[in-house]
């Protein structure tokens, strides 16, 4: 560490080594204090071998990859990092194994197809900004600790909320996509720890707000700068005993509006 005066410089060191027995491409990793980033992976350089990933590597950064399918199931058996960053790459479909460790998945800056996940209990934030994914994989529901689900900047043109069923998530942020329609099945009952929905800067000209009629902790929906001309809500006449919804003392609502309406009429009891 070098001081010049007030300021303070901290010299990071950091390696950059070319794997063995990938001559003929130009993959290669940058191995930092608590960081690894592999260069340049593809189909002919994918390596089997990752011994060169070290216990103290709390980042794995995946840089400029172009493979068919990435699948991580041998680096993320090596190492056991929180966070995973695939960054200006080119891949058709990424495979996350089941019991992996990070807790934060970052997609950026991809062309990427599809993402596949195995059951999970660790990751609890996956993001993707400015990639091509079309959809959302309904194997998102095999992540048992997702907090946030976050799409940005990508191709997304419909969202079913059929894909987060029995999903623990609180933040949906799909702003800047393509979203011309936002649905869920009839019967369908999910989302029951979901607080916000930002939908932002999409192509919605209608959304029945019966859709998340039934998501009672419900408490932010965002919709602006879309082409909304007709809003409305058609909340299911009967909805079957067995998802019927109760907040902590056991009453049943059927709507978020007027469950927060009794809260306040609750809490104004009280304070009285």
């Given at each position: 560490m070098l001081k010049i005066g007030s300021i303070v410089l901290l010299l990071v060191c950091v390696t950059h080594i070319f794997v063995p027995g990938?001559?003929?491409?130009?993959?290669?990793?940058?191995?930092?204090?608590?960081?690894?980033t592999i260069v340049n992976l593809t189909s002919e350089s994918d390596t089997k071998d990752y011994s060169f990933l070290t216990n103290n590597t709390e980042e794995l950064i995946f840089s400029q990859a172009t493979i068919d399918v990435l699948d991580l199931t041998?680096?993320?058996?090596?190492?056991?990092?929180?966070?995973?960053?695939?960054?200006?790459?080119?891949?058709?479909?990424v495979f996350f194994p089941a019991q992996m460790s990070p807790s934060v998945v970052h997609l950026l800056e991809m062309e990427v197809d599809d993402v596949h996940f195995e059951e999970n209990i660790s990751l609890q934030d996956f993001r993707a900004d400015y990639t091509s994914l079309?959809?959302?994989?309904?194997?998102v529901a095999k992540l048992y600790a997702l907090d946030i689900l976050w799409v940005t900047h990508s191709q997304l043109t419909n969202f079913s909320f059929d894909v987060l069923q029995n999903s623990p998530v609180s933040l949906l942020y799909l702003v800047s996509n393509k979203i011309?329609?936002?649905?869920?099945?009839?019967?369908?009952?999910?989302?029951?720890?979901?607080?916000?929905?930002?939908l932002s800067d999409n192509l919605l000209t209608k959304l029945d707000l019966g859709t998340v009629a039934l998501m009672s902790k419900l408490k932010t929906l965002f919709l602006e700068n879309n082409k909304l001309t007709d809003l409305y809500m058609h909340v299911p006449s009967a909805v079957p005993k067995h998802t019927a919804?109760?907040?902590?003392?056991?009453?049943?609502?059927?709507s978020w509006r007027e469950y927060y309406i009794d809260q306040e009429q609750t809490d104004q009891e009280l304070s009285t």
């Open positions: 990938t001559s003929a491409s130009n993959l290669a990793y940058v191995d930092g204090n608590v960081s690894c041998k680096p993320l058996a090596t190492i056991t990092p929180w966070k995973l960053l695939i960054s200006h790459s080119n891949v058709s479909r079309q959809v959302i994989s309904p194997t011309e329609s936002v649905t869920i099945s009839p019967g369908v009952v999910c989302c029951q720890s979901l607080e916000e929905i930002f919804l109760e907040d902590e003392s056991g009453d049943e609502f059927c």
